[in-house]
């Protein structure tokens, strides 16, 4: 009988033991473009070539690869005051400094290694500049920013902020050459500084030549892995630079071998199994709540922006 029949697939597609993943798509991003004045990026996602109930809980990836700023005498580059509702944004910087500054008060600067998890949630202001003294002085910025889904239920909670500074950040040594540094979630024991409001792992790897690395992630989690540097292969998959894999859900880890050097971000999590309606800064659940985050934006319920 049917029923029987779904029963049994269902059980074989939840009980996966230690298989590798296969992959299910590669996606390259190839068009650039300016935030603001500050950031040279390329978004990955959200893509037509990329179903977003796959690429969940993340809704956005903007990449800027290493790009050299020349000394800036007076004035800042960046994004000014805008509002965002309904997720989180995080932001990695590998080189190059970024300074950041909300209407819920807090403010910091995210250096070499750090990565920023800021919670818009309800409501919040932000802007984000080049650091003032990396302006002055000149040099390469290397960045990512992801915006994360929260469930609807937490999209009405208070605006949060955790600046998560690189000494954080615990790092485990690769057999073979390389590190992973965990950012959120757990890998080889070693815990990520980040709360998150749904299961999420998140790695930073870079893997010598030669290097092979198996990581254990929830066979429910959607995975992709950006390969920011150099090349990786998993199973007979190849990818290079300026690539992400997304795999397919039928395994228990992920396999990456370096055939050269490679910097790699691991981008993986539970699912939200809710609609998603985005709209500029907005991340909803309808139209409606696109709507009303305008309304609210008009009648000042963010919060006022400071000078
Ligand atoms: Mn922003």
């Known amino acids: 009988m049917t029923t029987t029949t779904a029963t049994a697939e269902r059980n074989l597609v939840s009980e996966p033991q230690n298989r590798a993943r296969s992959v299910e798509a590669i996606h390259r991003s190839t068009e650039f473009h300016w935030v603001g004045d500050g950031f040279h990026v ?156 749904t299961p999420i792992t998140m790695l930073d790897v870079n893997l010598n030549a030669g290097a092979h690395l198996p990581i254990a992630l929830p066979a429910n989690y959607n995975v992709l892995a950006v390969v920011a540097e150099g090349r990786v292969r998993t199973g007979a998959t190849v990818a290079n630079a300026g690539e992400l894999i997304l795999f397919n859900n039928d395994g228990t880890q992920i396999e990456l071998a370096a055939d050269e050097a490679a910097h790699v971000i691991v981008l993986s999590g539970a699912p939200i199994d809710e609609p998603i309606v985005q709209y500029g800064p907005f991340v909803m659940n309808t139209v409606d709540e696109i709507r009303q985050a305008m309304f609210d934006v008009n009648r000042g319920k963010f919060g006022p922006v400071p000078d």
Not at 53 to 59: D, G, I, N
Not at 83 to 97: D, K, M
């Open 42 to 197: 390329s978004t990955y996602f959200p893509s037509e070539n990329l179903p977003s109930e796959r690429l969940s809980p993340f809704v956005l990836m903007d990449y800027g690869p290493a790009k050299n700023f020349e000394p800036l005498a007076r004035g800042k580059r960046g994004v000014g005051w805008h509002p965002h509702r309904g997720f989180e944004t995080v932001t990695l910087a590998w080189e190059g400094s970024v300074a950041h500054r909300d209407n819920a008060g807090h403010r910091g600067v995210i250096g070499p290694g750090d990565v920023q998890w800021m919670t818009a949630a309800s409501g919040i202001f932000h802007e984000e500049y080049h650091e003032e003294q990396f302006t002055r002085q000149g040099g390469r910025m290397h960045m990512m920013q992801l915006w994360v889904n929260l469930p609807k239920k937490d999209k009405t909670a208070p605006p949060g902020y955790q600046p998560i500074v690189s000494a954080q950040i615990p790092q485990v040594q690769v057999q073979g050459g390389g590190a992973v540094r965990v950012i959120a979630g757990e890998y080889a024991g070693a815990k990520g500084p980040a709360h998150t409001f």
